[in-house]
C-alpha cells in the first residue's frame, strides 16, 4: 500500500538543470532511507545518491559535485537537484525508499514507476 510518486523529470539541454521530487505515501510506519537510480537504454540500473540508516548521501562518482539530494523528513519527500547536466545523464531515474509499514516487522524496498531525463541539444 506504499506508493512513491515521482515528478520533475524532461527534456533539458546539455549544461541545464533539473529537479527531480519524490514523495512516499500509504500506511507507513517509518522510512529508513530514500534515494534515486537510473537506467540507461541497454545499461544496468545503477545508483545516483542513497542515504540509509541516517547516514549521510552516497553519490556515484559521475555526479558527484554536480547532484545534490535532500530530503523532507516530516513531508516523506526526497529531492535530487541536477545541475550541469551531460547527454550521458539521459537515463529513467527511479526513486528509491526503505520502509517499514505500520503491520510490517522489517524494512521492504519499494521503487517509484520511473521518470524520464533526456539531456540533448
Known amino acids: 500500500q506504499v506508493q512513491l510518486v515521482e515528478s520533475g523529470g524532461g527534456l533539458v539541454q546539455p549544461g541545464g538543470s533539473l529537479r527531480l521530487s519524490c514523495a512516499a505515501s500509504?500506511?507507513?510506519?517509518?522510512?529508513?532511507?530514500m534515494g534515486w537510480y537510473r537506467q540507461a537504454p541497454g545499461k544496468q540500473r545503477e545508483l545516483v545518491a542513497v542515504a540509509l540508516g541516517g547516514s549521510s548521501t552516497n553519490y556515484a562518482d559521475s555526479v558527484k559535485g554536480r547532484f545534490t539530494m535532500s530530503r523532507d523528513n516530516a513531508k516523506n519527500t526526497v529531492h535530487l537537484q541536477m545541475n550541469s547536466l551531460k547527454p550521458e545523464d539521459t537515463a529513467v531515474y527511479y526513486c528509491y525508499a526503505q520502509i517499514k509499514g505500520r503491520r510490517d516487522g522489517a524494512f521492504f524496498n519499494y521503487w517509484g514507476q520511473g521518470t524520464q531525463v533526456t539531456v540533448s541539444s
Open positions: 500509504g500506511s507507513i510506519f517509518s522510512i529508513n532511507g
